[in-house]
């Protein structure tokens, strides 16, 4: 079965810094899918980033960015500039090949400080 | 953007009473919804996969005869807690999976607590 792991249950950044958040992954499959959810208070489940393991490039969106290693099996979020809104849980997660049976697994989650 | 509901966002219930929760994707169509069971300061855990028109796959360890779901349209997704007790108290999420793009989109979540 896949796991996600997210080793950092909580991290912490200033306003305006860098902050990377780790997420390791196993699987056998080759294709597959990677995501980081952002859920803040209201708990409404946004999504952040996503990544196809086929594609080599690193996904970015704005100041969101990932560090995709698929080797290492390894998938970090770069929050660049942080702001106040980006104070949430962070979850990141894995969904296999596409078809009926594939779905979401998720990582216990990383909650973010955005600090002054 | 994709847009998915959830009715109601807060229920309170007594013990014994049961318990429908509505998920309804606005904008398009939804052959799978997934349900999902939240506790404070903790991840999703999946409780079940339902497709429309056929019987949900339930999760190891999710009782499906507490946990009635049915997927009676292709925007229309249920789950109903029945004779529910407080240890069912809960953040409830559902999602739906657009049919076209293969997206999952996520409701707003309901909480639940049985007294």
């Known amino acids: 079965a896949q796991t996600v792991t997210q080793s950092q249950p909580e991290m912490s950044v200033q306003e305006a810094e860098t902050v990377t958040l780790s997420c390791t992954y196993d699987?056998?499959?080759?294709?597959?899918?990677l995501f980081w959810y952002k859920q803040p208070p209201s708990r409404q489940m946004i999504l952040v980033i996503r990544q196809e393991a086929y594609k080599q490039q690193n996904a970015t969106e704005n100041r969101f960015s990932v560090n995709f290693q698929k080797a290492a099996k390894s998938f970090s979020l770069k929050i660049s500039d942080s702001q106040l809104g980006d104070a949430a849980m962070y979850f990141c997660?894995?969904?296999?090949?596409?078809?009926?049976?594939?779905?979401?697994?998720f990582g216990t989650g990383t909650r973010l400080q955005v600090t002054l | 953007g994709a847009v998915v509901s959830q009715h109601p966002s807060w229920v309170i219930c007594k013990s014994g009473t049961s318990v429908k929760i509505e998920c309804r994707s606005l904008d398009f169509q939804a052959t799978t919804m997934f349900w999902y069971r939240q506790f404070p300061k903790q991840s999703l855990m999946l409780m079940a996969t339902s497709n429309e028109g056929s019987k949900a796959t339930y999760e190891q360890g999710v009782e499906k005869d507490k946990f009635l779901i049915n997927h009676a349209s292709l925007t229309l997704s249920t789950l109903t807690v029945t004779s529910a007790h407080p240890e069912d108290s809960s953040f409830y999420i559902c999602?739906?999976?657009?049919?076209?793009?293969?997206?999952?989109?996520f409701g707003p979540g309901t909480r639940l607590t049985v007294t």
């Open positions: 997660a894995y969904r296999g090949p596409t078809g009926t049976a594939s779905k979401l697994t």
């Open positions: 999602s739906a999976r657009a049919q076209r793009t293969y997206e999952q989109y």
């Open positions: 699987t056998s499959e080759s294709d597959y899918y």
